[in-house]
Structures are given as C-alpha cells and as structure tokens.
C-alpha cells in the first residue's frame, strides 16, 4: 500500500510538471502583454526581465500553499485516501481544462481553475463518503470550507469590475497629463512618473508582498523579523524609494539616453511576472505540495491505514522548502521562452486592446451593439453639458499619434505609456491580493486592466467597439465556462475514482495524456496553417515581381481547394457517406474564411502594391471573385450535406451517371484552369473558356433531363429542387473562377507593365 502512494505521490508531481507548462503557457499573457504589446524592447531582452521576476516571485509564493491545503475545504474531516483522490482529481482535470483554453488561444484564469476543482472534488469525495456513513447531505457544510470558498469567489469576481474602472481611471487621468504626443512632456515630467510607478510597485510587491515570503523570517541586525522591520520602516523604505528611483532614471537619461518609459515597462513586467509568480505558483504546484506533505504524514505514523488516518495536520502552518519553489520558478521560466501556445494567448489580448485598426478576430454581438448605442447616446448627452473649449482641449489630448504602418511587424499595438499604466495597476491590484492572501486570477485582472486602459484611450472606436466589446464578453463567458466545466469534471473524476477504485486513476491518467497530446497536433497543424498564410500575405517590402508571385500562389490554392470541395461533395454525396460530407463542409468553411480575410485586407493590401493605382482595382476584383467562389461552394454544399445528414432517398440511377460524369468534367476544368495560372498562359484562356462552356451546355442537358423526369414522376419535390441548386451553383461557380483567373491575369499584365525596365523577366 505504501508504495501505491508513492506511485500517487510521483504522478501528482509528475502532473504538477505539466500543469505548470499548459499553466504558464496560459498566464504568459498577463505579464507579457504590455511588453509585447507596446514593442518596448527585444524579446530576449523581455524574457529576461520575466524570469527573473517569476524566478524571485516563486520564493515569495509560499504563503499562498494554504489555499491548497484548507482553503476550500476542511482537511480534518478527509483521511488520507480521500485527500489523495481529491488531488489526482484537480490536478487530472488541471491539465485537460488549461491545456483546451491554451489551444483555443483563449485567456483563462488558472486561479479560478483550482479553486473551483478544488471545491468540486471535495464536494464528490464528501458525497460519496456522507453515503458511505449514511449520513444527511445537510452535512456536507461540515466538510466544505464554505466560508473561505466564497470570500475567494466573491474576491475573484469584484476584481473583475475593480480591475477595468481603475484600469479606465487610471489611463484617462495619465492621457490628460501626457497625451498621445507624450515625449515632449517626458522630458520635463518623466522621471517623476518613472519614479512614481517603480516606487508604487515596490511598495505593493516588495512590501506588502513580504509577508509569507521565504525571506520573511530572516533576522535583521538588531534580531527583528524582516518582513517587521519592513512593516515598521515602511514610510521611509518609500521615501528613500520615491527620490533613489527620481535621481537614477534622470541619470540614466541624461548619461545613456535611456527611454524612461521604456525602463518602466521593462521593471512593471519584471513586478508583474513577479506578482504573478507569487500569487499563482500555488495554482500549479500547492496541490502536489499538499500531496507530499500528507504522504510523509501518513508514512510518520506507522500503521495506520490510509482510509482512517485524519489529514488535521494540512490545517496547521506547513513550510514550503524553498529549492522547491525555485525549482518551479526554473520550470516557468522554460516554458515561458519556448511555448508557442503561450504566443496564441498573448495575441488575443493583444489584438483586443490594439490602437490600430485592423482585422477583428470576433463578430459583433447584440450586446455589444446595445452598449455601443447606448455609450454613443450617453458621451453625446455629456459633450452637450460640457463648455466647448473644455471639449477641444479634452479632444486634443486624446487625439492619437500613428504608432506606424498597419500590418507592419514593427508596429506597436499601443504605445509605452498605456503598457506602464497596464503594468502599475495590475501589478499593485495583485500584490493587495497577494498580501490579504486571496488568490485573485492575475489573468482576470490583467486582461480587465487592459480592457479598461483601451476604453479610455479610445481604442475601441466606432470602427471596431462591437467587435472588441463582444470579444471581450467571448473572453468572459469563457471565464464563467472555466467554473462550471472545473466543478463539473474534477467532481465527476473524483466520484469516478472514489467508487471505481485505483484502476480508475490510471484510466484518466491515460485520457489526460490522450487529450493533451491530441491538442498539441491540433495546435501545430493550425500553426503550419497560419504559417503558409503569413508566408503568402503581401508585405511592404515585396517588390512587384514577389506581390505577383504571391497572388498567383493565393490562386492557385483556392482553385485547388474549390475543386476538391466540389469533388468531396459529390463524390460522398453519391455514396452517402455524412462524415465526408461533413469534411467538406469544414473545407468550405475554411475556403470562406480565407476569402473573407483576404477581402478584409485589401485596403492594406493595395496601400503595399507599387503604383496600385493602375493595378490595385485588378487585385480586388480578384479577391471579390475569390469571395464569389467561395459563396457558390457554400450554397452547394450545405443542401447536399442536409439531404444526406436527415436521411432523405438517394438520387436514382440516371442522375448518379450524370453528377459522376459532371465531377469528371469540372475536375478537368480546374486542373487546366491550375496549370494556366501557374504557367502564366493566358494565351490559353480562351481554350478554358470553350472548356466551361461545354460544360454549362451539358449542365443544360442535364436540366432538361430532369424536367423530363419531374413530368414522369420519377423524381420528388425535394431531389428536383437539390438537382436544379447543384446545377445553379456549378454554373456560378464556373463563372467565378473564369472572372477570377481573368482579373489575376489583367493584375499581373498591369504590374509587369509598371514594372521600371530593369527589373521586367
């Protein structure tokens, strides 16, 4: 028995492992995003400055390890048999829930995560056990720490609002101060907000954060604990603080020019990764910790059964070695530099509180256009009581500074002094939480205070407000959804566990190991994806020939895709076979997707093509085409895919023949149609022309065949209506593709025409 528990012990850190790299992968976004977001500085240079703040944050993280071990529940009425499922369970369910958000690209909150496995497992394993004694559910209060579960609860939430208004506030006052204009103001006004910031920073995460710290009982000069002579020193360690940080930013600018706001961006995401590390490190590793620590309880006492020794011991002080905490501080930083998933996130967050227009990743929602409405209708009521030289001065601070080309890699997505506010009031709103011990989720924080700067600096314009709006409730409903799917699977596993009995350990083991390596394939494969696109999207430094060479690539690809839905859809149509119908459908999906991004680019797009004046209408008569073929194919499918997916008759003999020698023909058509437009013949469009037209001949063949059929009632309503739309769609379809190649052929004669004679092939 003693050895199974070791085994559990070895999994339970095993797991812990992982979790931290599906965890960081997830929380990256909260002290990365102002870094990156503001291109403050080199990636190395940012990485650095986040590892040695989660590096130092870990040792500061072990006061929070109690959350694990009687935040939620309470230990004395669990034994150590009970406990040990109640771990397996959340760290088992940990890895399956962060590592589906991470994949989705989706920021989620790993605080909220634990405690809410936490809570449901417990809620399981005392079920199971009130039934065992045969006792009332009444009782079920006596072994949940309904008290504490809830503060964490209702803390996590409030800092949600609190998070965005003081984001809002804190951003609005700054840009009054400095405006978007901010670097002729920095000269003057810099280093005190410089100092301001850092010192503000190293009240909330070196102060306050102290306390619990692996340091704080180490003794000062005259035998006083650390963190009391911190405590009693306080006003003067700020003093000291305010005028040291004043006199070496302003040092540093006037000897090395140093960018004062990118210093403080630099430190903010040094605090924040250390604020993050200190209040989260429990989210990934307090559960395993609390595991080891009952284990080397339960071997002390000598035996005693697992199922009847009490865990008591969890609700006193236990210390965290610190090698631990430094070993888990190592494994972040790791993961940190080399996760591609923690990338994803971050990009979200970004693109949600960018100042540039650009491509929304979200549609609009009916909430969001109601907000947005009403913001409108309200900030014009405002405007009205307000003098209007107030209005002009108000405007003229907030009027925004182009950061740089849109789309170009170098390009911020908002400038240094939104990344410092972001920084500041997250790092100092998380260190508070840090110092009361409640685990706020540094990711709901962080993203609120984002969200908030990006509304007072008026980001969310009427461009892009419903878009970035229903983003965000997207992000927050997956928040809301994290809960509920972590109480529901941990308390599942646990009661599975708890009445399956140790077999059941190893089966959700193997389903853990299944479901994260099945999202890791699906991840790099949409990575390849998002690669070949980024290597065929036009660029500012491509010269004519490279644009051209890329928009022949662009059609070629959605030739080739339009043909193989085509052919897919036909071909499984006849066979009746839903599940390759059904691919089709994904095809036609992604082929839409595509021609709609392309489409949304285009003004971008032409602003990169040399002397687009002449040429630019050819590209986006070209990209309308695309978007055209990509409707037809729409339109064809899905009838197909309903007639097949609600079980309606097959199509009769006749008409199999006809659609089989129908899919032979457009195969042929898109074939010759690729290799004209990879060859560059478009003397032979023509030939392609004459090819299409004999097929729209036997399309009319086929229609008449059909009518035939109706009059003789061979056919029903429903097969007539879904053979005459596959005829409609095969003739649109035709059209567009001819329409498309010839505008790619009129975009490449045009550019190579404006082309200076040097450079012609």
Do not use: C
């Amino acid at each position: 028995m003693e050895n199974f528990y070791l085994i559990v012990v070895v999994i339970l850190f095993a797991l812990a492992i992982s979790d931290l790299v599906v965890g960081v992968s997830n929380d990256a976004v909260n002290f990365l995003n102002s870094a990156f977001g503001s291109k403050a500085a080199p990636k190395w240079l940012i990485f650095l400055m986040a590892g040695l703040g989660v590096l130092i944050g870990a040792t500061f993280s072990s006061g929070m390890m109690e959350v694990a071990r009687k935040g939620i529940f309470h230990p004395d009425m669990f034994m150590f048999s009970e406990i040990m499922v109640i771990f397996l369970a959340v760290m088992i369910t940990d890895i399956i829930l962060l590592d589906m958000f991470n994949t989705l690209g989706m920021p989620t909150s790993t605080t909220v995560s634990i405690v809410f496995e936490l809570l449901g497992s417990a809620v399981a394993v005392s079920l199971v056990k009130l039934q065992a004694l045969g006792k009332p559910l009444a009782e079920l209060s006596t072994y949940i720490n309904s008290e504490k579960a809830l503060a964490i609860i209702t803390g996590i939430l409030i800092s949600v609002v609190i998070a965005f208004t003081i984001g809002a506030l804190v951003q609005y006052l700054t840009r009054l101060v400095f405006s978007f204009n901010y670097r002729k103001n920095m000269k003057y006004f810099g280093s005190i907000f410089g100092g301001i910031a850092i010192t503000a920073i190293t009240y909330f995460i070196l102060i306050k954060g102290i306390d619990g710290s692996a340091f704080a009982g180490i003794r000062v000069a005259n035998g006083e604990r650390l963190d009391d002579w911190v405590t009693g020193h306080t006003m003067t360690l700020l003093m000291y603080s305010f005028f040291s940080w004043v006199i070496i930013i302003q040092l540093l600018r006037w000897v090395f020019n140093i960018k004062i706001l990118k210093l403080t961006v630099l430190i903010g995401t040094f605090a924040l990764a250390m604020a993050f590390a200190g209040n989260d490190l429990v989210n990934f590793i307090g559960v395993p910790l609390a595991g080891y620590s009952s284990y080397k309880s339960w071997i002390a006492s000598e035996n005693i059964a697992p199922d009847e020794f009490s865990m008591e011991m969890l609700a006193g002080e236990v210390s965290t070695p610190t090698y631990m905490l430094l070993i888990a501080g190592l494994v972040m930083i790791i993961t940190l530099i080399t996760s591609k998933k923690a990338q994803s996130v971050i990009n979200t967050e970004v693109n949600l509180s960018r100042q540039n227009d650009g491509i929304e990743r979200f549609g609009s929602s009916l909430i969001a256009r109601l907000m947005v409405r009403g913001s409108i209708n309200f900030n014009r009521s405002v405007t009205r009581l307000i003098p209007v030289r107030v209005n002009q001065v108000i405007s003229r601070r907030f009027a925004p500074v182009p950061l740089g080309p849109p789309d170009h890699p170098d390009t911020p997505a908002f400038d240094k002094i939104r990344a410092s506010v972001n920084l500041l009031v997250a790092s100092i709103l998380i260190a508070i939480g840090t110092s009361l011990k409640l685990p706020l989720s540094t990711t709901y924080v962080t993203f609120m205070v984002a969200m908030g700067t990006s509304l007072a600096d008026q980001a969310w314009g009427r461009e892009s407000a419903v878009y970035r709006i229903s983003g965000v409730f997207a992000v927050i409903g997956g928040w809301f959804l994290t809960a509920i799917i972590a109480f529901s699977v941990a308390a599942f596993i646990a009661w599975i566990i708890s009445i399956g009995g140790k077999f059941m350990i190893f089966v959700f083991l193997a389903v853990a190991i299944f479901m994260v390596v099945r999202t890791h394939f699906i991840f790099k494969r949409r990575n390849e994806l998002a690669l070949i696109e980024e290597d065929d999207a036009i660029s500012e430094t491509d010269e004519t020939e490279k644009v051209m060479e890329k928009s022949r690539k662009q059609v070629v690809r959605s030739i080739m895709l339009a043909n193989q839905i085509y052919s897919v859809s036909i071909d499984s149509f006849l066979k009746e076979e839903r599940l390759q119908l059904k691919e089709a459908l994904s095809m036609k999906d992604n082929l839409n997707k595509k021609s709609k991004k392309q489409k949304n680019k285009v003004l971008n797009t032409i602003s990169k093509i040399e002397e687009a004046v002449d040429s630019g209408h050819f590209y986006v008569q070209m990209i309308d085409y695309q978007r055209e073929m990509a409707h037809s194919l729409n339109f064809f499918v899905e009838p197909l895919y309903e007639h097949v997916n609600n079980n309606h008759k097959p199509f009769i003999p006749i008409q199999f023949e006809e659609l089989a020698d129908l899919e032979e023909k457009i195969d042929a058509f898109f074939n010759f149609a690729i290799h004209l437009v990879r060859e560059n013949k478009f003397s032979e469009i023509e030939n392609l022309i004459q090819q299409r037209n004999q097929i729209v001949v036997n399309l009319e063949r086929m229609e008449v065949a059909q009518i035939k059929r109706i009059k003789v009632r061979d056919v029903n309503t429903r097969n007539a209506v879904l053979y005459f739309n596959i005829i409609t769609e095969t003739k649109n379809m035709l059209l567009h593709a001819i329409n498309l190649i010839k505008s790619h052929r009129d975009f490449i004669i045009v550019s190579r025409k404006q082309m200076p004679t040097g450079r012609k092939k």
